[in-house]
C-alpha cells in the first residue's frame, strides 16, 4: 500500500510537470528530502527516480522556462568552486573507493544548489520551494513528534519510517533540520500566499512548530537542545516585548521539565560532563587527529578520510558518595571515527581552502540576508514579506550553522537547497529593483519629461 500511494504521488508530480515544469524542480525537492525509494518495499528500490526527477528538473528548465534576465550571483559560482575542489580531492583520495560513495550524492546537492536560483523567477516559486522543502521534513517530523508524545523516545531508538540511520533520518541531523526549518514555518503563517494564514493554516503551522521542538526530545540529541537555545535568542530579535517574551519563555521551559522523559534529561547532562561521556570524549579526540592530520595534508585527504584515524584518550568519571569522591579514569582506544562536525568534516576532507570556500558561502548567506533584512525593513504593504523572510531563511541558516558544529552535515541537500532559496530571493529581488529602475526612465523619454536626478 505504501507503495502504490508513493508512485501515485509521483506520477502526479511528473504528469503536472509536463504542463508546469517547475513542478519537476519541486519532484526532485520531494525525493532528495524524503528518499521515498526507502521508505518502499519493492516498486520504487529499483527505479533511479533521483536521476529522473533532476533531469526532468533541468532538461524542463532547458526547453520550456523563461530565462530571460538570468541572474547568476557569486555564491553561486562559489558553489562551482567547491564542487570542482571536491571533485579534484576525490580523485587523490586516501580511500578512492569509499570516497566515490559520498561523491555520488554530495556533487548533487552542490550542482543542484547552483543550479537552483535559476529557476526562482517569482515570489510564488521561492514560496513554493520553501514550502515543499518544509512539507517534506514534516512527513518525517509528524511521524517522530507523535512517537515522542507516545513513547517518550529515547536516543537512538525513535523509529522515523526506516532503519537506515543515514540523511535526514539520523537522529541529530533530523533535530537541527527540524529546529532550523520553524523560522520559515512561523513566516508562512503570517505571509505565506499559497495557503492564506486563516486560523487553519495557523493552527497547523503553529502544531508543527511543536512537532519541531518534540525531535530532539524524541532523539535525545544534544545538537537539538542547543539548537533550540538559539532559536529563543534569535525569536529575541524581533519581539517587541523583550522582557515579557524572556518571562513566558523562562517560565514555559521550567513547566516543560517535569514532563520530560528521563532519558532525555539524563542525556542533556552530560553536556556540563562531557568528560565522562565517551561520545563526547570521541568527538574531540577525532577533531584533535583532524588539525593533526591537515597540519602534514594542507589539501585534506578526499571523502571519507577519517577512515584512517586511530584514537587514545582518557575519560573521567566522578562518583560521589557523601562528602567523598572518587576518580576514575579510563584509558580507551578507538578507530575509524567520523567526524561529528561540519567544520572537520571540511577540514580533513577538503582541507584549509576547503573549509575556507564552504565558510565564505555560508557567511555570504548571511550577510546578504541581512543586507535585505534592513533594506526592506520599512517597505510598503505590497513587499512587507520580504524582511521577514530574510530574516527567517537568516535564522534557519545560523541554527544550521551551530548544528553543524556537532554533526557531519556539510554536504546536506536540504542545508544547500536553503542556500538556493536565499540566492534566488537575492537574484530576485535585484531583477525587481532593476526594472524598477528602468522603467521611470522609459516612460520619461517617452513623454519628454524631465528624468529626475538620482
Not at 547568476?72 to 578512492?96: E, H, S, V, W
Not at 511543536?210 to 537555545?229: H, N, V
Not at 519563555?249 to 521539565?257: D, E, K, P, S, Y
Amino acid at each position: 500500500m505504501r507503495d502504490l500511494v508513493f508512485v501515485v504521488f509521483l506520477a502526479a508530480l511528473f504528469g503536472a510537470g509536463a504542463r508546469r515544469p517547475f513542478l519537476f524542480i519541486l519532484t526532485y525537492v520531494y525525493i532528495d528530502i524524503v528518499s521515498p525509494q526507502r521508505l518502499t518495499y519493492l516498486l520504487l528500490n529499483s527505479v533511479p527516480i533521483s536521476m529522473i526527477a533532476v533531469a526532468a528538473a533541468v532538461g524542463g528548465w532547458l526547453m520550456f522556462d523563461d530565462k530571460r534576465d538570468v541572474r547568476f550571483a557569486p555564491r553561486q559560482f562559489l558553489i562551482l568552486m567547491l564542487l570542482a575542489y571536491c571533485g579534484y580531492t576525490t580523485k587523490y583520495a586516501d580511500f578512492p573507493v569509499e570516497a566515490l560513495d559520498k561523491w555520488e550524492w554530495a556533487w548533487k546537492s552542490l550542482a543542484f544548489a547552483a543550479f537552483l536560483p535559476l529557476t526562482l523567477r517569482t515570489r510564488l516559486r521561492i514560496e513554493a520551494l520553501l514550502l515543499f522543502m518544509i512539507l517534506s521534513a514534516a512527513s518525517i517530523i509528524i511521524v517522530g513528534g507523535i512517537k515522542t508524545l507516545g513513547s517518550g523516545g529515547g536516543y537512538g531508538q525513535l523509529d522515523l519510517m526506516v532503519s537506515n540511520n543515514s540523511g535526514l533520518y539520523e537522529g541529530s541531523t533530523i533535530s537541527a533540520v527540524a529546529i532550523t526549518i520553524i523560522p520559515l514555518i512561523l513566516w508562512f503563517s503570517k505571509h505565506g500566499t499559497i495557503f492564506r494564514p486563516d486560523w487553519r493554516v495557523k493552527l497547523f503551522c503553529y502544531a508543527l512548530c511543536f512537532s519541531c521542538l518534540l525531535i530532539p526530545i524524541g532523539t535525545s540529541a544534544r545538537t537539538g537542545l542547543l539548537c533550540i537555545g538559539l532559536l529563543a535568542v534569535l525569536m529575541l530579535r524581533d519581539a517587541k516585548r523583550r522582557l515579557i517574551y524572556i518571562g513566558l519563555a523562562a517560565v514555559l521551559g521550567l513547566a516543560a521539565i517535569p514532563f520530560l522523559p528521563s532519558a532525555y534529561t539524563q542525556r542533556m547532562e552530560t553536556i556540563k560532563e562531557y568528560k565522562g561521556d565517551q561520545s563526547a570524549s570521541t568527538r574531540l579526540a577525532v577533531w584533535k587527529w583532524t588539525l593533526d592530520y591537515v597540519s602534514d595534508n594542507p589539501m585534506g585527504g578526499g571523502f571519507e578520510a577519517y577512515r584512517q584515524n586511530r584514537l587514545t584518550f582518557d575519560t573521567v568519571t566522578v562518583a560521589e558518595q557523601g562528602a567523598n569522591a572518587t576518580v576514575e579514569r579510563r584509558a580507551v582506544q578507538d578507530a575509524g571515527r567520523a567526524y561529528h562536525s561540519s567544520y572537520f568534516e571540511m577540514l580533513g576532507e577538503q582541507g584549509y581552502f576547503g573549509l575556507a570556500l564552504w565558510l565564505v558561502i555560508q557567511l555570504a548567506g548571511l550577510l546578504r540576508m541581512e543586507v535585505i533584512r534592513r533594506r526592506y525593513a520599512r517597505a510598503g504593504e505590497d513587499q512587507a514579506w520580504i524582511s521577514p523572510l530574510a530574516t527567517a531563511l537568516q535564522h534557519g541558516h545560523m541554527i544550521y550553522l551551530l548544528g553543524a558544529a556537532f554533526v557531519g552535515i556539510a554536504y546536506q541537500p536540504f542545508v544547500y537547497m536553503l542556500i538556493g532559496a536565499q540566492i534566488g530571493l537575492d537574484t530576485y529581488l535585484a531583477r525587481k529593483r532593476a526594472e524598477l529602475g528602468w522603467r521611470p526612465m522609459r516612460r520619461a523619454q517617452a513623454t519628454g519629461a524631465a528624468i529626475p536626478a538620482a
